[in-house]
């Protein structure tokens, strides 16, 4: 069986996944058959001041409560997603798109779980002054950390 | 061009090396065609209480300061390596070998920059108990934040 058979990309649409991307669509020449394309939908980058745990939210429900504005937010990183999905198509791979509501590092690892993948593709900002302050990065950190299955962690062009 | 066409493998011949092993032969398959094998020697291992930086040493100024049962021990270094050439062959692989002397992590990224590799494979032990307190696994992060090329991050099994 190859080892990397299933693959998860977890993505925030910034460039540096976008390098990652490259990265995991390439798998494919290693064996890999199936890509999970996930979005972790932070409740913190919207107003919802009603709710005591935001997180508890699934992206239905987080829809549901949003102003106009927001919603649209939300829609257009759905249409995203679906952008994406036909790149990987394109690539020869079996698509599942996952969008969750969460904290990205706890997510990702949660999904790469249940999905049983065998390798998480991550993109990993380095020691840029601004990134140490903003802690930036920290997310493919704590993936790093918590994921059971390998990480493959590309690095900003 | 393969995105993994030259891989580099440090190893330090434990275990979780060699399940990070099973990985970088794998890459053959993803269009993987040379790979560097890395053994990195560290000074404090062996006894050398004359040198004030037994860090500027290279391999053979080591050997030849080192008592005999010493030798014995570097020289195993050098046949594990050459049995691990063999294998990395045996799956199609153009082979180097290097051994050098000096920090793991430190190292690792020098040669990977040396060398243009595309890709670094390393174990890493993940957040037990003991490898917290005696900082097992810290090459493996140093190596995430100090390389440039992408880093395929293998968990103990």
Known sequence: MPLFKKVLYPTDFSELAETAKDYALKLREAGAEEVVLLHVISPLEFSLPQFDDPFALDVALLYSHLPEVEREVLKRHQEMLDILAGDFEKAGFNVKKVLTVGT??????????????????????????????????STAKAVIKKAECPVLVVKRR
Do not use: T
């Open 104 to 137: 990205p590092s706890d997510e990702i690892v949660r999904v790469a779980e249940e999905e049983g993948v065998n390798v998480i593709v991550i993109g990993y900002h380095g020691k840029g002054l601004m990134e140490r302050i903003l802690e930036i990065g």
